[in-house]
Nanobody, 122 residues
Framework: QVQLVESGGGLVQAGGSLRLSCVAS????????MGWFRQAPGKEREFVAA????????YYSDSVKGRFTISRDNAKNTVYLQMNNLTPEDTAVYYC???????????????WGQGTQVTVSS
């Protein structure tokens, strides 16, 4: 089992940037595909980005492609989400997720963090 703790959320103006971090407990971080999801008020949780165990394969939702970058540092048990050119539509709680067996392209989330709020003002 892995425990995930996100950080880096906050309030930012439209056009600004934020970097989210998610630190995983344990010594098997490199065996998990990692991803980010988000949930806006009144909406269902949606996929944002995923990265394979060795970082060689990366996937984005169409809504963030070209603006967000997911990366991971297996030595630090950490996955990042660099978010640039933010818009008010990006306002949501962002969740880090880990999948033990699925490929990153099928990211669903076996384990979840507690979430971090991102608010983008217009």
């Amino acid at each position: 089992q892995v425990q995930l703790v996100e950080s880096g959320g906050g309030l930012v103006q439209a056009g600004g940037s934020l970097r989210l971090s998610c630190v995983a407990s344990g010594h098997t971080f490199s065996t998990y595909a990692m991803g980010w999801f988000r949930q806006a008020p009144g909406k269902e949780r949606e996929f944002v980005a995923a990265i394979s165990r060795n970082g060689g394969s990366i996937y984005y939702s169409d809504s963030v492609k070209g603006r967000f970058t997911i990366s991971r540092d297996n030595a630090k048990n950490t996955v990042y989400l660099q978010m640039n050119n933010l818009t008010p539509e990006d306002t949501a709680v962002y969740y880090c997720a880990a999948d033990r067996l699925r490929a990153a392209s099928y990211m669903r989330g076996d384990y979840w963090g507690q979430g971090t709020q991102v608010t983008v003002s217009s």
